[in-house]
């Protein structure tokens, strides 16, 4: 177990005042993967696996992360990741949803338009061919270049995560610090707001990019989705936390 973002996680669920309850929370301390570098799944707290197109899974130790398991992902091209939970609803004005996870590249990334995806959605066709619409952040991890926030409506059906799909731009942000092989924490939130939904999203508790998206279609999530666009890559993460406020 690690305790810095369970730590966390537990002072937020407790507090009367934030009035946050832990949705899905997962560090794989008994997690079970099954299959192969390129076809797999992990079974833990969430049952992580590829989305339209197969993606190797496996449990590697990575004291950067902390002490235990944490989960690798090898992606080919144009592929993406997923867990599920009890979906969670932006009912009312005030209504946050958080999201907290680590994450380190074992390699050193090269520059590319394509990059680290990662956002919440809202999945149909679980296990046949997954859709959905929802938030996604992106950001070049060998620059730090073009950390952004788009609205995915996946109208086309075609992937998550944008794919060839034209994705529209909530907001842009500034050129934020390369990932190398450092581990990081990254955090976002979705927040309804009497102008819209509120969406922001920082590496490393530096804020990366903030936008509002005054015409949501998006207010029920039930999946955290993780991919790396074109690049075919590795990349290990642990200690996923979701909350929602109130």
């Known amino acids: 177990m690690k305790p810095s973002l369970f730590g966390v996680t537990a002072l937020f669920t407790c507090s ?25 799944t992990v079974e833990s707290s969430g049952n992580w696996q590829g989305g339209r197109s197969a993606v190797g899974v496996d449990l590697v130790a990575d004291p950067a992360l902390g002490a235990g398991q944490s989960m690798q992902i090898h992606f080919p091209p144009n592929a993406s990741v997923y867990t599920t939970f009890e979906p969670v609803s ?42 959905g619409s929802g938030y996604m952040m992106t950001i070049d991890p060998a620059t730090g270049k073009g950390p952004s926030i788009s609205f995915d409506p996946n ?6 995560l944008g794919g060839s799909d034209p994705v529209p731009i909530v ?16 955090t976002f939130t979705l927040e309804k707001a009497a102008d819209g939904v509120h969406i922001a999203w920082s590496l490393d508790n530096v804020p990366s990019a903030q936008g ?11 999946a955290f989705v993780l991919g790396l666009g074109g690049r075919t890559d590795s990349i290990n993460i642990d200690d996923v936390v979701i909350t929602k406020t109130p």
């Open 16 to 40: 009367a005042a934030l009035q946050a309850n832990t949705v899905f929370q997962d560090d794989f301390s008994k997690a079970n993967a099954t299959g192969s570098e390129k076809a797999g």
């Open 90 to 131: 932006l009912e009312n004005v005030g209504d946050k949803i958080e999201v907290k996870f680590r994450c380190r590249f074992p390699t050193e990334q090269g520059p590319a338009i394509s990059g680290l995806r990662f956002g919440l959605y809202n999945v149909e066709d679980e296990g046949k061919t997954i859709n």
């Open 155 to 160: 109208t086309s059906e075609k992937t998550m």
């Open 171 to 186: 907001a842009f942000g500034g050129t934020a610090k390369p990932f190398g092989t450092e581990a990081h924490i990254i």
């Open 212 to 222: 509002v998206d005054a015409n949501s279609s998006a207010t029920t999530f039930n």
